[in-house]
């Protein structure tokens, strides 16, 4: 069975550190997109990557093809990036998404 | 400005009645889908469908149905077979299926008692 793993479940974090959520994959996928759900429910997507890395100002996710593993890092970390963060993959040869339980981040002031 | 809109946003029926939940879109995105999330689980697809006229059953779709009839707008009916309907709804869209950037909706919680 095709399964996304994330890590941690939960994190609490103190303002202005640094940031890593995990998210592993079991055989090989066409894409991996991170996704940003908020306490009213709505979800944005911030990344979509196949290979290597991407930026997006404070937040940066990287994809290791070999070892099936992608990870998010957040800079300098604010209370306004308290959200559920999502992860999720295409496999190959599947037109769908295969998503992940989230990570629930917590940034204290 | 362009988006996905969904409503409403809470919605409570009464058990064996069948609600629809309304998605619109005006990114001119063919793909359009249906998802459902339940506390503690990743979110599950229920139906999609990649142009107009046309739409395919996702992993969980007993008891729901949809309709395509215009490419701004894909309803999802959650019928009285549905045996735990109590959820949130998420609509996307995609410029086309597959390998696109999906784009949500604000959801439409749904409480069923």
């Known amino acids: 069975k095709n399964e996304v793993e994330q890590s941690p479940q939960n994190l609490t974090a103190q303002e202005g550190e640094f940031i890593t959520i995990n998210c592993s994959y079991s055989v090989g996928i066409s894409a991996l997109h991170w996704l940003q759900q908020h306490p009213g429910g709505g979800i944005v997507s911030l990344f979509m990557l196949s290979s290597g890395k991407k930026k997006h100002g404070r937040l940066i996710a990287t994809i290791n093809i070999q070892e099936k593993h992608s990870s998010l890092h957040i800079t300098a970390s604010h209370p306004r990036d308290s959200a559920v963060y999502i992860c999720a993959v295409r496999y190959r040869g599947n037109e769908k998404l295969t998503f992940g339980t989230g990570t629930r981040l917590t940034i204290i002031p | 400005d362009g988006g996905i809109t969904q409503s409403p946003k809470y919605l409570f029926r009464k058990e064996g009645q069948n609600v629809t939940l309304s998605c619109e879109q005006n990114?001119?995105?063919?793909?359009m889908y249906w998802y459902r999330q339940d506390p503690g689980q990743g979110l599950r697809l229920i139906y999609y469908s990649q142009i107009v006229n046309d739409f395919q059953k996702g992993d969980i779709a007993e008891g729901y149905s949809v309709s395509r009839e215009k490419k701004e707008s894909f309803p999802l009916t959650v019928t009285s077979a549905q045996k735990n309907p109590t959820a949130f709804y998420l609509c996307a869209s995609s410029l086309q299926g597959g390998g696109y950037e999906q784009y949500f909706g604000p959801g439409t919680r749904l409480t069923v008692t």
């Open positions: 990114l001119n995105h063919d793909a």
